[in-house]
């Protein structure tokens, strides 16, 4: 079980859109439209913003949205707000109720 | 409201076994559609999911862990527990229980605090 990919580091200024991307393969991302993402600010737990691809939970701004083509799946946030820097997971359901999370993503908010 | 919480010891000598509990709160553990799981982030390093255990006591582990792991259940209390054996420096990390959707397979909200566990002599 290796991890997702994903880039180190992202950037935006405040009102731009940014997009994160997750690289699985074919036993993981590719297999299950579950895929998540979690943000996560210093010090505190994880935060679910995204499930089952592109799924928001109550509460989160429309402004995150969960897409996925093939083995990568991509967390968007449009109208970059300062509150978004954060690092930012992606987490698959890999079968036999295995999850495999992604390396992070840190997003500076310019 | 359900609410986890981590015990157990924040310092660990190399070689030894790491043991932590989460104990569940406002919601019993006995649920069909969750799982029970660990999952760690060791300083400044991403996400690393441990392991997982159903209400009846099914396993499932981190291959990569699976041969210093074990998760158990005790509904009577509604706590589960993490066992590593032969812990290294490489095993330092904060350490999280959560409540896992298994429809969803997604953590919604249902996670302990996190505990620093230090492995050093």
């Known amino acids: 079980q290796s991890a997702l990919t994903q880039p180190a580091s992202v950037s935006g200024s405040p009102g731009q859109s940014i997009t994160v991307s997750c690289t699985g393969t074919t036993s993981d991302v590719g297999s299950y439209n579950l895929v998540s993402w979690y943000q996560q600010h210093p010090g505190k737990a994880p935060k679910l913003m995204i499930y089952?691809?592109?799924k928001r939970p109550s509460g989160v701004s429309n402004r995150f949205s969960g897409s996925k083509s093939g083995n990568t799946a991509s967390l968007t946030i449009s109208g970059l707000q300062a509150e978004d820097e954060a690092d930012y997971y992606c987490c698959s359901y890999a079968g036999s109720s295995i999850l495999m999370f992604g390396g992070g993503t840190k997003l500076t908010v310019l | 409201q359900l609410q986890l919480q981590e015990s157990g010891p924040g310092l660990v000598k190399p070689s030894e076994t790491l043991s932590l509990t989460c104990t569940v709160s406002?919601?019993?553990?006995?649920?069909?559609?969750?799982?029970w799981g660990w999952i760690r982030q060791p300083p400044g390093k991403g996400l690393e999911w441990i392991g997982s255990?159903?209400?009846?006591?099914?396993?499932y582990y981190n291959s990569s862990l699976k041969s210093r792991v074990t998760i158990s259940v005790d509904t009577s209390k509604n706590q589960f527990s993490l066992k590593l054996t032969s812990v290294t420096a490489a095993d330092t990390a904060v350490y999280y229980c959560a409540m896992i959707d298994t429809i969803t397979w997604s953590i919604f909200d249902y996670w302990g605090q996190g505990t620093l566990v230090t492995v050093s002599s």
């Open positions: 089952e691809d592109s």
């Open positions: 255990i159903y209400y009846s006591g099914s396993t």
């Open positions: 406002g919601g019993s553990i006995r649920s069909s559609t969750y799982y």
